[in-house]
């Protein structure tokens, strides 16, 4: 069985500049932390469909600290897809953006091929975690 995540985000932003912290690498690396330490992950990704590329941090016991993914889909602004690989399980992740008007944004997040109930509720935990970082990076 495989499980889906489904969330909703909205940011006072524009949608380039949301679009912009999804993408760019060293934006990523301000929002898409160790969720534990709360450092920086390195990367290598790039927006370009074919793309492949990791998120690294400190291994720990229970984990090598490695993110391994592919870009499937680049639709600028609206639409970002990829391949998120990590601990034995690889999921699908998209990313939808839509101007609701008045300087808002609704970012909607599904990540696919989520093989039980504690990855699912992992990733709900990460991803909520992140967002809220993406929020203060939205600020500067």
């Not at 993408?23 to 690396?29: G, I, P, R, Y």
């Amino acid at each position: 069985m495989s499980l889906t995540l489904s969330l909703d985000f909205q940011y006072t932003t524009s949608i380039e500049k949301l679009w912009s912290a999804l993408t760019d690498s060293s934006k990523l690396a301000k929002w898409v932390v160790n969720i534990h330490t709360g450092q920086a992950m390195e990367n290598d990704f790039k927006p370009v469909v074919g793309h492949r590329f990791q998120f690294r941090t400190q291994p720990t016991e229970w984990w090598n600290g490695i993110v391994d993914g592919e870009v499937l889909i680049v639709d600028e602004p609206n639409r970002l897809s990829y391949t998120w690989a990590s601990g034995g399980e690889k999921h699908t992740v998209t990313w939808t953006l839509q101007d609701l008007g008045d300087g808002k944004v609704n970012l909607h997040l599904e990540q696919t091929g989520i093989s039980n109930e504690p990855a699912l509720n992992g990733a709900k935990y990460g991803w909520s975690k992140w967002c809220g970082e993406l929020e203060k990076v939205l600020e500067q």
